[in-house]
T-cell receptor, first 112, second 115 residues
Framework: SQQGEEDPQALSIQEGENATMNCSYKTSINNLQWYRQNSGRGLVHLILIRSNEREKHSGRLRVTLDTSKKSSSLLITASRAADTASYFCATDAGAAGNKLTFGGGTRVLVKP | EAQVTQNPRYLITVTGKKLTVTCSQNMNHEYMSWYRQDPGLGLRQIYYSMNVEVTDKGDVPEGYKVSRKEKRNFPLILESPSPNQTSLYFC??????????????FGDGTRLSIL
């Protein structure tokens, strides 16, 4: 079963706008990670936020984590056409084998 | 360049014909893992390995085998492929850390079609 559920499933915005996507999960976690997947390619790690952190930034990316609501958000500011991709959250719940559990992803289309 | 390399990238084969998908990483990572990605189901872990000669089942191990004889290689073996194993497969690797997961590095994927 999927631990993380992304919302929305798809998002279409104009270049320059901000894109926000959310991830909800079910169990306690050690950390939560966000990945990007361009069409036909592997996943690329974007950012990792630990359970004792509330917010993290990396370039145009901002991630928040609310462990009381079991949710996280990824904000991409000033989006570019190159940001067109699918975005996945993945949770580490401390399971055996350092397992990451991925959500179904949000497909983001940035129109020039 | 640090990378995870999978081969082949694409394969069309028939039911029952044994196949192996290779995975190699050049980052000296202890941890390696195989996932399959299916529409609407996200990524699901098949098998993982914490180090040489240490492998364990993930969420969907049925019909697959793996081996970890060397640190850099983690092949995925389908002894008798069936159509329900048609999928996009990813190999990933990472360092192991006592504080929790490290970011995983993914290969570019192998698209398997089993007819």
């Amino acid at each position: 079963s999927q631990q993380g559920e992304e919302d929305p499933q798809a998002l279409s915005i104009q270049e320059g706008e901000n894109a926000t996507m959310n991830c909800s999960y079910k169990t306690s976690i050690n950390n939560l990670q966000w990945y990007r997947q361009n069409s036909g390619r592997g996943l690329v790690h974007l950012i990792l936020i630990r359970s004792n952190e509330r917010e993290k930034h990396s370039g145009r990316l901002r991630v928040t984590l609310d462990t009381s609501k079991k949710s996280s958000s990824l904000l991409i500011t000033a989006s570019r056409a190159a940001d067109t991709a699918s975005y996945f959250c993945a949770t580490d719940a401390g399971a055996a084998g350092n397992k990451l559990t991925f959500g179904g992803g949000t497909r983001v289309l940035v129109k020039p | 360049e640090a990378q995870v390399t999978q081969n082949p990238r694409y394969l069309i084969t028939v039911t029952g014909k044994k196949l192996t998908v290779t995975c190699s990483q050049n980052m000296n990572h202890e941890y390696m893992s195989w996932y399959r990605q299916d529409p609407g189901l996200g990524l699901r872990q098949i098998y993982y390995s914490m180090n040489v000669e240490v492998t364990d089942k993930g969420d969907v191990p049925e019909g697959y085998k793996v081996s970890r004889k060397e640190k850099r290689n983690f092949p995925l073996i389908l002894e008798s492929p069936s159509p329900n194993q048609t999928s996009l497969y990813f190999c990933a690797s990472s360092l192991l850390s006592g504080t929790g997961n490290q970011p995983q590095h993914f290969g570019d994927g192998t698209r398997l079609s089993i007819l």
